[in-house]
């Protein structure tokens, strides 16, 4: 057989897969009841924000609705363990944060296995971090921050939503490309991060966009850069921590969907066309504008290639960090 009959051949093949794919959704009439979303954090936390934006549009593509399901508590591991105990059968998925591969490094031991009893559906989302100082403190350049903490070693202190929280792990990771010493000082949230850090108490901090924005285009606060490894939509105007001088700073923070490890692929396939299809309508993009968010998708291997990944980079980044296991 010629290499171009066996190119043919093969994409014959993969287009017969996919039809008899959807035709067995079609023969199972999936979905043909509510499927249950499992958010592992609060209701009105950005990852619920996020999960619901994107369930109201799935549902009504899918002609189902998407529960919502709020099971938070212990850093997002009770909702992890439901997920990861319920039926594979399309019914149960869970739309979490990169918390999801922080856990193996600040827990001891797991009721769960992180690779192994999760399918990747896609990423829905990045949600950039923005490093944000008050004008007070005369500095106006990430590098100007950067020399100031170099003068002074140990004299600068940054806050951060708790201990291992993304904007923790952002600022620690912005600390050692940078080679600064400065001091974490945790809160309880971004809120009491944000009022410290405008009083000048607090030197800096890596805040979500949507609880600073305002005081951003106010000239409140200063945004030095974003940390994230590309510009954020809500602020083009604002370099990355590597545009402005610190490479090797990048902190990727996302909130994506994943199932049971067993759940069906061609659902796991439809699930992610149907999170695709959802971000591509205005009502989306709109929300996610004035969050801050940034659409991000990948195929569910390559989700699941990425998880397994930033598991092992977040597990070095913990260590610097000092943080102990749970």
């Known amino acids: 057989m010629t290499p171009s009959a066996r190119i043919a051949a093969a994409a014959s093949l993969a287009c017969l897969a996919a039809l008899t794919s959807h035709s ?46 709020n099971r938070g508590g212990a850093s997002g591991t009770i909702g992890q363990q439901a997920v990861a105990t319920a039926a594979p059968d399309g019914y149960t998925v869970m739309i979490h944060s990169s918390s999801h591969t922080v856990s193996p490094s600040t827990f001891a031991k797991l009721p769960f296995d992180t690779v192994g009893d999760f399918a990747g559906i896609t990423p829905i989302s990045t949600l950039p971090n923005a490093l944000v100082i008050s004008p007070s403190k005369n500095i106006r350049t990430l590098k100007d921050l950067v020399a ?55 030197d800096y901090y890596f805040s979500p966009i949507a609880p600073v924005i305002g005081q951003i285009r106010e000239g409140h606060l200063l945004a030095l850069a974003v940390g994230s490894p590309k510009r954020a939509a809500a602020l083009p105007d604002v370099p990355t921590t590597a545009e402005a001088g610190v490479p090797g700073s990048e902190f990727n923070f996302w909130i994506g969907m994943m199932a049971p490890a067993k759940t069906p692929r061609e659902i796991v396939t439809r699930l992610h066309d149907e999170v695709v299809k959802a971000l591509a309508t205005p009502e989306v993009k709109e929300r996610f ?6 659409a991000w998708t990948l195929q569910p291997a390559q989700f699941d290639a990425y998880i397994k990944e930033e598991i092992g980079s977040n597990a070095k980044l913990v260590k610097a960090a000092g943080l102990s296991p749970q």
């Open 148 to 202: 100031a903490a170099k003068a002074k070693p140990g004299t600068i202190n940054f806050a951060s939503a708790g201990q291992g929280s993304a904007t923790h792990l952002n600022a620690e990771k912005f600390k050692m490309a940078a080679n600064i010493d400065a001091t974490n000082i945790p809160f309880k949230g971004s809120a009491d991060a944000v009022t410290e850090v405008l009083s000048g108490r607090v």
């Open 289 to 294: 504008l004035k969050l801050g968010a940034d």
């Open 24 to 69: 067995a959704l079609a023969q199972n009439g999936y979905p043909s009841k509510p499927i249950r979303v499992i958010v592992p954090f609060a209701a009105g936390s950005t990852t619920d924000i996020i999960a619901r934006a994107i369930t109201d549009k799935m549902g009504q593509s899918m002609g189902q609705t998407l529960v919502v399901d």
